[in-house]
């Protein structure tokens, strides 16, 4: 149970190293803030998704038909909320887009969890505590 969820929390962190040295570099090379978020994101996504099956759930028991399907609504509700959150905070409130990506990711990554405990709590979720 207790390597599972560090297992979990430490493919987490990786795929947010990713998404944010991308994000980083696409501002770097002066690509807007939604794009630079949009890229980061969507490799940072493969990289947890492939680490999250590799490590995390490396069983069977995962149903790609039902799971999946939920996790890339759950995701993509996510990842639009906290697109435009973060265009918001850069743009109209004047935050530093550094800040305001961290700020965002910690906001969404917590709404992301509290959905999949709620939805996938007989899947994946449970998953991760029952190892």
């Excluded at 570099?25 to 490799?43: C, E, G, Q, R, S």
Aim: glycine letters at 6%.
């Amino acid at each position: 149970m207790f390597k599972a969820s560090l297992t979990y929390l430490a493919v987490v962190i990786l795929g947010y190293i990713v998404d944010f040295s991308i994000y980083t570099l696409m501002l770097a090379l002066d690509v807007w803030v939604v794009w630079a978020n949009t890229i980061a994101f969507l490799v940072g996504a493969v990289v947890n998704g492939i680490l999250i099956r590799r490590f995390v759930f490396p069983d069977n028991r995962f149903r790609a038909g039902k799971d999946l399907g939920l996790t890339l609504l759950v995701n993509i509700f996510f990842f639009v909320l906290g697109t435009w959150l973060l265009s918001w905070l850069v743009t109209t409130e004047g935050i530093n887009p550094y800040v305001a990506k961290v700020l965002t990711n910690g906001l969404t990554f917590a709404g992301n969890f509290v959905t999949r405990a709620v939805f996938f709590r007989k899947t994946q979720c449970s998953l991760i505590f029952q190892k």
